[in-house]
């Protein structure tokens, strides 16, 4: 950029871990000739809900270790190294013992990022970036000035300011719908000191993922204790004024997370992978579109043939669909806590001797990959990947630590929690006595409602819409708007249809398919209704983007965004 013109002025609305990277990125790669404003409701950088007291606790530990987070500015364990003796010894972890294999407690990490924030602002302030911090502020609404080329940011009982860019980065969000209202119904378990409660009934969780694994180990701690015996196994001791307490998982298809295991890449990159240039030619031949198809055979199958050769040999030949059936219906005949334990074993030999479960990681690899160009899928790929694909990558990726399966274990084998499998048509009411009933029919066909004083929603973050974005400026304006796919063929919009799907409309160009969030491009701009791109919006919030980018959780998620962001704005700066 040229010194003499007045510097571009970028805001960053959120402060959490998306935010993190995406100023590291900004740090690293602008020039003098920006400011940087950042915008946190909390009083602390870095450690948005998932690593504060918003949604962790001390007994809530990551599922990623330290060899597998993404570079910051100091690898955290020679971070912790530095530690006062006394804060370390507070979470339980003995820094002589520990390696960057292990994982760590939640809100210990927190602190990390929060470390790492501040050592970014000290880089900033020496490279000559300018940066502008608005803590404990509230950003009101966000709104478009396409005519002076800005955007505009409302503040809570402060004037309007002006930028040339913004990037929504505002995190998680439960909207609440009978909690505060209903006695025992919880949206979610965030935050767990909302759960610090003692109750001698049983308790209904919606969901066995990392979120239900969440509200148990906190759970767990109110109603009692978990010790080792002599052989060597972790075992669950009710408190006497509990003796009623259990916990019930409702899961889809009846299924308990994937266990953490040894990852050959940590950052699951692969030099094999689809280059966006092989994407693009692809989709020349292949009608505009992405076929899953063939980002499968390429970015999972290919892979597989030289990290597994037998392995291979065996799925070569089957479709996408069949690879799945073969994997799932093997675990839904299995007893789930009986194969949690087989996994338990598994990942713990994979762990012992550093060699991968590789048909598991090159899965991690593919949902990785293919997370940002599946905007590009046709709406028929696109229903296929949700229902065939990523219910299986869901729970082969989530990696559950070894102690949280020590502790599901332990509770189970006491007698204290189980697991009923349901179907899609499962649901929660609360009837006219403000009861809280969980209505599913059972593998046979027989209905049950069975009513809870206490339930709890673990379904994780859920997809938010266009109405629910909350920056209602952007959307009046009609800067952001709803996230499509167009159909193919006619006949599988129409077959959709007339199958109950309620998300396809039909335009004078063909069908489309709605998916959950708002429009957004390979830079993450919000694209309007014409197709065009705003070179002032990006969103990376993630409640927002899930329709697009299916796998939209994690910190290499956070990276690769941040850096596809940034390219774009030092492309515009370099292109005037």
Not at 262 to 270: T, V
Not at 277 to 305: P, Q, R, T, Y
Not at 503 to 513: A, M, R, S, V
Request: glycine share 6%; net charge negative.
């Amino acid at each position: 950029m040229n010194a003499s013109k007045p510097a571009l002025k970028i805001a960053i609305v959120g402060g959490g871990p998306a935010g993190l990277f995406l100023y590291k990125q900004f740090v690293e790669t602008l020039s003098e000739n920006y400011v940087v404003h950042i915008f946190e409701a909390g009083t602390e950088l870095g450690r948005g809900l998932p690593y504060s007291h918003k949604g962790a606790d001390k007994e809530h530990i990551t599922n990623v270790s330290g060899n597998e987070i993404p570079e910051l500015v100091t690898p955290i364990l020679e971070w912790m190294k530095n530690l006062p003796v006394e804060m370390v010894s507070k979470y339980g972890i003995d820094i002589k013992r520990f390696s960057d294999y292990k994982v760590f407690p939640r809100l210990l990490f927190g602190e990390y990022l929060n470390s790492q924030f501040n050592l970014l602002l000290e880089k900033s302030e020496k490279a000559g970036i300018e940066t502008v911090l608005h803590l404990g502020c509230t950003v009101t609404n966000i709104t478009d000035a396409p005519a002076r080329k800005k955007i505009q940011i409302a503040l809570a009982g402060k004037d309007i300011l002006e930028f040339d860019h913004v990037v929504v980065c505002t995190g998680h969000k439960w909207p609440l719908t009978h909690e505060k209202k209903i006695a025992g119904f919880f949206d979610s378990p965030y935050p767990p000191a909302k759960l610090s409660m003692q109750l001698n009934h049983e308790v209904a969780l919606k969901g066995s993922s990392l979120t239900a694994i969440d509200a148990i180990r906190t759970l767990a701690r109110q109603h009692g204790r978990f010790t080792w015996t002599s052989a060597g196994k972790l075992s669950f001791i009710p408190n006497q004024e509990a003796d009623r307490f259990k916990i019930i998982m409702y899961s889809l298809n009846g299924l308990l997370p994937g266990v953490r295991f040894h990852l050959d890449d940590p950052h699951l990159s692969n030099d094999g992978l689809l280059t966006d240039a092989e994407i693009a030619d692809h989709m020349k031949s292949n009608g505009g579109f992405l076929s899953l198809d063939f980002i499968f055979d390429k970015d999972f199958k290919a892979l597989l043939k030289e990290k597994d050769p037998t392995y291979y040999a065996h799925i070569k030949d089957m479709r996408m669909e069949e690879f799945v059936d073969e994997l799932m219906s093997k675990r839904e005949r299995t007893d789930p806590f009986v194969l949690f334990k087989q996994e338990y074993d598994e990942a713990n030999k994979s762990i012992r001797k550093r060699e991968s479960v590789h048909w598991k990681e090159l899965l991690a690899v593919l949902s990785f990959a293919m997370n940002y160009p599946a905007k590009h899928l046709s709406a028929e790929d696109m229903l296929r990947l949700k229902k065939v694909l990523m219910p299986l990558i869901s729970i082969v990726i989530a990696f559950v630590p070894q102690s949280s399966c020590e502790e599901l274990i332990a509770m189970h084998d006491a007698g204290r929690l189980d697991l009923i499998a349901v179907g899609p048509n499962s649901y929660i009411e609360v009837n006219d006595q403000e009861e809280i009933v969980y209505h599913h029919t059972d593998e046979a066909g027989i209905p049950h409602a069975k009513v809870y004083k206490t339930y709890i929603n673990c379904t994780g973050q859920p997809h938010l819409s266009l109405k629910q974005f909350p920056f209602s400026g952007l959307v009046k304006d009609g800067v952001l708007t709803p996230a499509q796919l167009a159909f193919r063929s006619t006949e599988s919009a129409v077959a959709s249809i007339k199958s109950g799907n309620d998300d396809i409309q039909q335009k004078e160009e063909g069908f489309y398919l709605t998916v959950p969030g708002v429009t957004i491009n390979d830079s993450f701009r919000a694209v309007d209704k014409y197709g065009h791109s705003n070179p002032r919006v990006y969103i990376m919030a993630v409640p927002y983007i899930g329709g697009y980018n299916p796998d939209y959780s994690g910190l290499d998620f956070c990276e690769e965004a941040a850096g596809r962001i940034t390219r774009d704005i030092c492309g515009q700066a370099a292109a005037h």
